[in-house]
């Protein structure tokens, strides 16, 4: 099969729970963290074949603001992971047209990495080949209830009033204001659930459900998924005639 889609029927913009880290080192009798470390490589491959598959925005999935229940030994291991992949990354995404963006809620992150995420974001500002925003110390739930009370204190100021509320307006205070929708949300590692992410933002998304754990999610699998979400009809609660 070839690795190239119809980009004309391509999503343009597509999220990813990757997910599965853990079980495929546990399979192989190693540490969860050498998972996470080759889930992070897969990350290279995967966005590199976003410009021939038609892809502009790429939004991944990496810690969670649920993630912070796991053992501090692969918390800090996480962490550490983040800053390595910004620190042998960073070079390559501003010399090949990658723009990185961060979403989630930075306060409980070191000062250290939040300066090297401030750093990648104002380096690659200029880029424009693939949008690529990693979700990091993000919740769904948290987002939303963050854009309301900046919202809230809109109102409180006399900026805005209740009657300019709805859904346009409370978008523009979500993490991903300048960003689309995704049009297509994939989880790999055979789970079926959407785990707090983009809660708002993929409200008509299409989602595909692989078993390939996220290490082994190649871009042949990709490219397979995209060309099956081309041959979806998306409605968006209308009906076709």
């Known amino acids: 099969m070839s690795d190239k889609t119809d980009t004309k029927a391509a999503p343009h913009h597509v999220a990813i729970i990757m997910d599965g880290n853990g079980r495929w080192a546990q399979q192989r009798g190693r540490p969860r963290l050498f998972g996470h470390h080759a889930g992070a490589r897969r990350v290279r491959q995967i966005v590199e074949a976003c410009p021939g598959q038609g892809v502009k925005y790429l939004t991944i999935f990496a810690f969670s603001t649920e993630n912070w229940k796991r053992t501090q030994t692969e918390v800090a291991g996480l962490m550490s992971l ?14 090949n ?32 080949l693939v949008h690529l925003t990693v979700a990091l110390n993000y919740g769904g739930r948290d987002e939303v ?5 900046r919202l809230a204190f809109e109102i409180e100021q006399g900026r805005l009033t209740h009657e300019d509320v709805d859904a346009e307006t409370l978008s523009k205070f979500l993490d991903t204001h300048v960003l689309p929708d995704p049009d ?13 992410f983009l809660l708002w933002q993929s409200a ?26 081309g041959r979806r009809n998306r409605r968006f609660g209308a009906v076709t005639v």
């Open 82 to 95: 983040f800053r390595r992949y910004i620190e042998r990354e960073a070079k390559a995404l501003i010399e």
């Open 97 to 128: 047209g990658i723009r990185v963006r961060f979403i989630g809620d930075r306060i409980r992150l070191d000062d250290k990495l939040v300066a090297m995420m401030d750093e990648l974001e104002l380096l690659t500002a200029h880029n424009d």
């Open 145 to 149: 209830t963050r854009a309301a009370k």
């Open 184 to 196: 297509l949300v994939i989880r790999t590692s055979g789970e079926a659930r959407i785990s707090n």
């Open 204 to 229: 008509y998304s299409e989602y595909e459900f692989v078993d390939t754990l996220w290490p082994d999610f190649t871009a042949t699998e990709f490219a397979k998924v995209l060309s099956s979400y």
